[in-house]
């Protein structure tokens, strides 16, 4: 199994440029996420989706948009690139077991920086 | 608001060694806490969990305890090798069946 992809792994994007992270998993999984990490922090969630046609917002969601029309893809939008989303993003997805559900499945990331 | 975080941001370690990661927590509504491991340019991968309701779980090579009177989780790894080394994230889910909050990590760097 492939697992999580993301791509693309690498993106330099001007300041109010727009584009697509896209990610897509192949385990059926119904939870998916969306993660930044900063230099030397931890991961921030920034949305989530418990199911196709169900997205949620977390805790940094400013800046960015996401859908999920199928179980399999959970695509991440910036609409206007700014600095501050220098960063590397990970899509992760996990199975929803109830309260146990904290095995994610992350993939490779995507490293972006905004000049 | 309430977070997850780790004492020590760096751990050195000789190899075969036992290494021991420590992680302070604040949210009491969480039910279980996580460690995962990621490596220099890939994702987190998940180690081991631990229910609220233990104080011990074993894995092969890891053991985390939960300290629930002082809010400290720790990973203990046994016979540290070099392919242990990378960043380690403790993780609690908040009492949310989805949403997990990942504490800012260790670096473990073993040394041959």
């Known amino acids: 199994n492939a697992g999580v992809t993301q791509t693309p792994k690498f993106r330099i994007l001007k300041i109010g440029q727009s584009m697509t992270l896209q990610c897509t998993q192949d385990?059926?999984?119904?939870?998916m996420y969306w993660y930044r990490q900063d230099p030397g922090m931890g991961l921030k969630l920034i949305y989530y989706s418990v199911g196709a046609g169900i997205t949620d917002k977390g805790e940094v969601p400013n800046g960015y948009n996401v859908s999920r029309s199928t179980t399999e893809d959970f695509p991440l939008r910036l609409e206007l690139a700014a600095p501050s989303q220098t960063s590397v993003y990970f899509c992760a997805s996990s199975y929803g077991t109830g309260r146990r559900n904290t095995e994610a499945f992350f993939g490779q990331g995507t490293r972006l920086t905004v000049v | 608001g309430e977070s997850v975080g780790l004492h020590l941001p760096t751990l050195s370690v000789q190899e075969g060694d036992n290494s021991i990661i420590n992680c302070a927590y604040s949210n009491s509504a969480s039910d279980y806490f996580i460690w995962y491991k990621q490596e220099s340019g890939k994702g987190p991968q998940f180690i081991i969990d631990i229910r609220s309701n233990m104080d011990k779980r074993q894995g092969q090579r890891v053991t985390v305890l939960l300290n629930k009177t002082v809010k400290h989780l720790s990973l203990q790894i046994a016979a540290t090798q070099p392919g242990d080394s990378a960043v380690y994230f403790c993780?609690?889910?908040?009492?949310?069946?989805?949403?997990?909050?990942f504490g800012k990590g260790t670096l473990l760097t073993v040394n041959p």
């Open positions: 993780a609690e889910n908040g009492g949310s069946n989805y949403k997990l909050t």
């Open positions: 385990m059926n999984h119904n939870y």
